[in-house]
């Protein structure tokens, strides 16, 4: 039967020249870093209450009641908190966004008891919009929020070094450098999304970005074990040509996987709801990219390097981990 | 590699086996987990805060706020021992961890010495030296802190803080609250469920700090107002707002306290009566016995309860506090006295909270994309390769799926909702596995290998790819593990896990199923490859 199973309908081979456009998706990329880079500080992430401190208080009426935002945003603004900001969200329970739900983010002025200011932000919306049900209440401390976004970079650059160490351990340096210029660029990128799309950035989305490192660096592995085996099965083979070869074969499997992973993220932003809806976004968009990378970032920067041909196939064996011997 | 090995059955099933046993009381209730035989695990998924609801508290003990505090006792201790002893002095000097006393008089620097090192060599409650005296030229003296003493109270406060936060949670009656100790001076709390976090915090955010007093009625209220608050006495306020003037010295302090409970005062409203451990009865008995007539004040947390006049000096060692107490008001303040005072205030840097509905809320919305994302993978790999290749993927996914249930049940890991997120993607990766090593079977299928030899070289070369790939994901959890926190760490906790299981259940389950599969059917084809 053909084109049963569907995989069949895949090529088996294919003969794009990745490479040929790679300095136009080089330049590509540069531009698209630099504008992200430049609006991580104009307009500037949009950071949650983790990092910047203060309080984001979820709050609800039963089903079909309507809480009035504009009152909200009124009787908590008479209490010189600063900048309050009123959000409707889509209920919890039943994902529809009728209005009936809203989170609210202030600041705790300093030198204000956290809880006294809460008490009182918990009365002026009572006041203003009747009884409501407080859901979900986080506070977070000056000095708190400024250590976790301490921790939280400091984790993003540990993960890119450790990258670097493992993928030099394992390969070559050249093929090092192009691992983390390519996970500098997914990153990089990622972020970009997250202001462009005003996700708030949270520990969670720390986490996300973390993942996005695990599975970019996942991708590339994959293309440079082939890149690698090529090189040493075809001894005279321009580089050029090796890496289009490379990144052909393994096609294939950047796509399944890729397609499953977005699908797969796209289903948990869909019904996971409010609360892992920035963090899946951030998650599929840093997958796509971080396929984008490995085909277009990584691989094309060995080519700019170069690498010892000889060396590798001579000396730089691979580590070996016991696992893939034959019986 | 493809040949079935006795071993790797053998572990596939007893992986199956183990894996379902330790899943299987995630799908019972309560009450039926608890009719099950002591030899059977029990354990369910240990859910997050943010998944069945709770409170999250993150205190830093005030110690600077302390040290003050202590200082300040110190002070008014060698105030009243130099005066005792007949030493007039000119001044006092407060420094760090203690005070400097300018005398009147040079020739009673070593009398001032003598009573002060007497002071001193009362041992404290850790049993050793606190403070020490020592003298400075011809007419100073200084007595302080030792630097151990000074540097120790902050470790100890911190732990004392925990006993009583413990206490105090306890005396609520939250199920199984967890108290632990974060860093030098934190304080994490994790009370789970419908706990009224409103309530946990009026309980642990207040100090209880309760204190016998002496009134001042040397000096007037009125000056003290005016800003001329005398040297040794402090203004406080009462309950009802009235301006009490009173001796900072402390006579006697909660520590003292041996028991309290709730009582009624002669007209029969609530009061609170309390007994002095032996140290505290003497002490009592002492000051009230010099005292008669006078009033004192007791005082908690900084505001004056009662101030009654002692009528005669009270040795029993106990005694009541009389006041504006609403029956409620009494037995909160009756728990607090008993759960003993926190040595130093305690600030709260960090406080979430959830309802019980919103987790299960989150938990719905969690398992539903769960199981969407499941089924479209399970689709996909069926339509990409095939019900023998796919579905044998799809087996390995829902082993995979049992073994991580039931390594966070064994574990008691903590599952978020971001831990949730992790899962879903774990399944996605897992899938990658077996994507590999179909692929590198195609590949070797099309340069003209037997089905066999493609299989196993298949499998072979994709195994080198496959833990490379997983171990940079183990790099990324372990530095989320290290640097995360709460709910960040349950997803670096799920990946782990996920990572695991995975690599175990994609490739070995495959191996397994498609050796039987080669045996039995001895195909001629490879039936993904052209």
Request: aromatic share 8%.
């Amino acid at each position: 039967m053909r084109g049963w199973p569907l995989i069949k309908l895949l090529p088996q081979k294919t003969n794009f020249h990745f490479v040929k456009y790679a300095r136009f998706a080089g330049v590509l990329s540069v531009v698209l870093c630099i504008a992200a880079i430049v609006s991580c500080f104009y307009p500037g992430l949009n950071m949650g209450i983790d990092f910047r401190g203060g309080a984001s208080m979820e709050v609800s009426k039963p089903a079909g009641q309507v809480i009035e935002l504009d009152r909200v945003r009124e009787a908590v603004n008479g209490l010189n908190l600063g900048d309050v900001q009123v959000q409707g969200i889509a209920r919890r329970d039943t994902n529809a966004d009728d209005g009936s739900t809203a989170i609210l983010r202030f600041q705790v002025p300093e030198g204000r008891d956290q809880t006294q200011v809460v008490n009182q932000v918990e009365g002026a919306i009572s006041q203003a919009v009747g009884e409501v049900t407080y859901s979900g209440v986080s506070v977070v401390g000056s000095k708190v929020s400024g250590e976790l976004f301490t921790s939280g970079l400091l984790a993003l650059g540990v993960a890119i070094g450790l990258m670097f160490l493992y993928i030099w351990f394992r390969f070559e340096p050249q093929f090092g450098f192009g691992a983390v210029v390519g996970l500098l660029h997914d990153v990089i990128l990622t972020f970009g999304l997250i202001v462009l799309f005003k996700l708030e950035f949270s520990l969670n989305m720390v986490a996300a970005v973390l993942t996005v490192i695990g599975y970019s660096m996942n991708d590339t592995v994959v293309v440079f074990d082939r890149l690698r085996e090529n090189l040493r099965k075809y001894k005279t083979m321009p580089l050029r040509d090796v890496i289009d070869l490379s990144l052909n074969e393994t096609l294939s499997r950047t796509i399944i996987t890729g397609v499953t992973a977005v699908m797969v993220l796209a289903a948990l932003a869909i019904f996971g709801g409010e609360a892992l809806f920035g963090f899946s976004i951030a998650l599929m968009f840093g997958i796509i990219i971080g396929t984008y990378s490995s085909i277009y970032v990584g691989a094309p920067i060995i080519l700019l390097w170069g690498v010892k041909r000889g060396a590798l196939a001579d000396d730089a064996k691979p580590v070996k981990l016991g696992m893939a011997s034959r019986p | 590699m493809i040949q079935l090995s006795r071993w790797k059955v053998i572990l596939v099933v007893v992986a199956a086996v183990f894996g379902c046993l330790l899943a299987f009381p995630n799908l019972l209730s309560d009450s039926q987990r608890a009719a099950l035989p002591g030899f059977v695990p029990k354990n369910k998924l240990n859910l997050g805060l943010d998944l069945q609801g709770g409170s999250y508290l993150l205190l830093e003990v005030d110690v600077p706020a302390m040290r003050e505090k202590r200082v300040t006792n110190l002070i008014e201790d060698v105030r009243v021992t130099l005066s005792g002893a007949g030493i007039a002095t000119n001044g006092f000097q407060r420094e760090a961890g203690g005070v400097i006393a300018t005398l009147a008089n040079p020739a009673q620097s070593d009398a001032a010495f003598k009573a002060l090192q007497q002071l001193g060599g009362q041992a404290g409650p850790g049993g050793q030296v606190e403070r020490t005296a020592s003298r400075i030229g011809d007419n100073r003296v200084r007595f302080a802190y030792t630097d151990a003493a000074l540097n120790g109270m902050g470790a100890t406060a911190v732990d004392q803080s925990i006993e009583v936060v413990r206490r105090r949670i306890d005396s609520l009656g939250t199920r199984e609250p967890s108290i632990t100790r974060q860093g030098t001076d934190r304080i994490v709390v994790q009370a789970p469920g419908e706990s009224d976090p409103t309530k946990l915090e009026e309980v642990i955010g207040q100090t209880a700090q309760l204190t016998f007093q002496m009134v001042d009625v040397e000096n007037s209220v009125t000056e003290a107002q005016a800003g001329r608050v005398p040297p040794d006495s402090e203004l406080l306020v009462g309950e009802d707002g009235t301006p009490y003037l009173v001796k900072k010295r402390v006579l006697v302090s909660g520590e003292n306290l041996t028991r309290a409970g709730v009582g009624s005062d002669q007209s029969g409203r609530p009061a609170i009566d309390f007994r002095f451990d032996g140290a505290g009865a003497r002490r009592f008995g002492e000051a009230t016995a010099a005292n008669l007539q006078k009033p004192f004040a007791i005082i908690l947390d900084g505001k004056v309860i009662s101030a009654p006049t002692i009528q005669s000096a009270i040795t029993s060692g106990s005694g009541q506090i009389t006041g504006q107490f609403s029956i409620q008001e009494a037995a909160t303040l009756v728990n607090l006295l008993n759960g003993g005072a926190l040595p130093a205030p305690l600030n709260v840097e960090e406080r979430r909270t959830v309802t019980a509905e919103l987790g299960a809320d989150a938990v719905q919305a969690g398992a539903l994309s769960t199981a969407v994302g499941f089924g479209i993978i399970v689709l996909f790999m069926i339509l990409a390769y095939g019900f023998l290749f796919g579905g044998v993927s799809v087996v390995g996914l829902v082993l995979n799926g049992v073994l991580i249930v039931a390594a966070m049940s064994l574990t008691q890991a903590t599952l978020t909702l971001p831990g949730i997120a992790g899962l879903i993607l774990t399944f996605a990766v897992a899938v990658d596995a077996n994507v590999l090593i179909y692929e590198r079977m195609r590949d070797e299928a099309r340069s003209g290998r037997s089905v066999i030899a493609s299989m196993d070289a298949g499998f072979n070369k994709a195994m080198g790819t496959i833990i490379d790939a997983n171990l940079t994901t183990l790099v990324a959890a372990g530095i989320m593990f290290v640097f995360g926190e709460g709910p960040v760490r349950g997803f670096a906790w799920t990946l782990t896990i996920g990572v695991f299981t995975s690599v175990f259940s994609s490739v070995l389950v495959a191996q397994v199923l498609l050796g039987y599969w080669l045996k039995t059917a001895k195909p001629k084809k490879l039936p993904i490859a052209e």
